[in-house]
């Protein structure tokens, strides 16, 4: 059953709430090539965002009038030339709550001085950790990254990160194969337990994210014919109560030239943003956005199944 089949049995509306979150991805590239990326970022992407998009998003930000957290993603957002001119503009206005910095952990290895403008402006770190094992994060990620990451977290550890009340990191669990994640709740537990007895490494939350089936990710279910058993794994897990609580609902994504999308999956699909004006940012306001019906394809199940997924974790 196609997921807006799904959500008319159970007659629900996806339309746009209150927007809380604004989420811009800066580019595709990334200087790994991970096999469950649904943007299928890696070192050979050039899509990248310009000065004038970042500040035509300053421009709508600003604007907005209300208090409004920003996230930022990638690909690697650190490989953006301008991400220092963008973090220090977002602080400078008054209504943006948290800046939330996606990243890979390993970049950072050649780009310290990065670290010091996000602990300078209060940039909460959203850090990728597949899992507590050497073996399954190097499966997933590349050999070495693991190691690359522990090293990592022990020196946002060493200057305050997941210590100092200002200096957030969190943590992304997403499962290494074809099935749902486990409860965040104990495998939050599990990463705290282990990570602090076998590195000494403390950090805020785990967020766990199923795996949506597109990009390298589809791709990799196909290649191994598990594609059509994973779709039905997520419809048969359909939990429509996570649907009132979607990240689309109260999120707007901005992708790297400035279109406007209602969540970074469907930015991947090019399934723009039905406000009935423009795809523009610089052509909209956020009034723009209210009440807009979301557009839906049968990945959604994704963020529906189970325990529900989202960008800031679970949903039940």
């Known amino acids: 059953m196609h997921f807006s089949e799904m959500l008319k049995k159970y007659s629900i509306k996806l339309n746009k709430k209150e927007i809380k979150t604004i989420q811009i991805n800066t580019g595709y590239g990334c200087n790994l090539n991970c096999?469950?990326?649904?943007?299928?970022?890696?070192?050979?992407?050039?899509?990248?965002?310009?000065k004038e998009v970042i500040d035509d998003c300053l421009k709508f930000i600003k604007n907005c009038g209300k208090e409004i957290d920003i996230d930022i993603t990638g690909g690697a957002p650190e490989k953006s030339e301008f991400i220092?001119?963008?973090?220090?503009?977002?602080?400078?206005?008054?209504?943006?709550?948290?800046?939330?910095?996606?990243?890979?952990?390993?970049?950072?290895?050649?780009?310290?001085?990065?670290?010091?403008?996000?602990k300078e402006n209060n940039v909460e770190l959203t850090a990728s950790l597949p899992c507590y094992t050497k073996e399954n994060v190097d499966e997933q990620r590349g050999n070495g990254t693991y190691e690359k990451c522990i090293n990592m977290l022990k020196y946002l550890n060493s200057i305050g990160y997941g210590i100092d009340k200002n200096l957030i990191i969190n943590l992304v669990?997403?499962?290494?194969?074809?099935?749902?994640?486990?409860?965040?709740?104990?495998?939050?537990?599990?990463?705290?337990?282990?990570?602090?007895?076998?590195?000494?490494?403390?950090?805020?939350?785990?967020?766990?994210?199923?795996?949506?089936?597109?990009?390298?990710?589809e791709e990799k279910l196909k290649k191994n014919n598990k594609y059509e058993a994973y779709m039905k794994l997520l419809e048969d897990n359909f939990n429509a109560s996570n649907a009132f609580k979607v990240m689309c609902l109260d999120t707007i994504n901005i992708g790297y030239d400035g279109n406007v999308y209602d969540?970074?999956?469907?930015?991947?699909?090019?399934?723009?943003?039905?406000?009935?004006?423009?795809?523009?940012?610089?052509?909209?306001?956020?009034?723009?956005?209210?009440?807009?019906?979301?557009?839906?394809?049968?990945?959604?199940?994704?963020?529906?199944?189970?325990?529900?997924?989202?960008?800031?974790?679970?949903?039940?």
Do not use: W
């Open 84 to 118: 220092e001119y963008f973090i220090k503009e977002l602080r400078k206005l008054k209504n943006v709550k948290r800046i939330i910095l996606r990243t890979n952990l390993t970049i950072l290895e050649d780009k310290k001085e990065l670290i010091d403008v996000f």
């Open 35 to 50: 096999t469950h990326c649904h943007v299928d970022a890696n070192k050979n992407r050039t899509e990248t965002i310009t």
């Open 173 to 217: 669990y997403n499962p290494l194969d074809d099935y749902l994640p486990s409860s965040q709740k104990e495998l939050e537990k599990d990463y705290k337990i282990n990570l602090k007895n076998d590195h000494n490494i403390v950090f805020n939350n785990l967020y766990t994210i199923a795996n949506i089936p597109i990009g390298r990710f």
């Open 263 to 316: 969540c970074d999956f469907n930015q991947m699909k090019n399934l723009l943003s039905q406000n009935g004006k423009s795809y523009y940012i610089g052509d909209l306001t956020i009034d723009d956005f209210k009440d807009n019906n979301i557009p839906v394809e049968d990945y959604c199940y994704g963020c529906t199944a189970g325990e529900g997924s989202s960008c800031q974790g679970n949903l039940s």
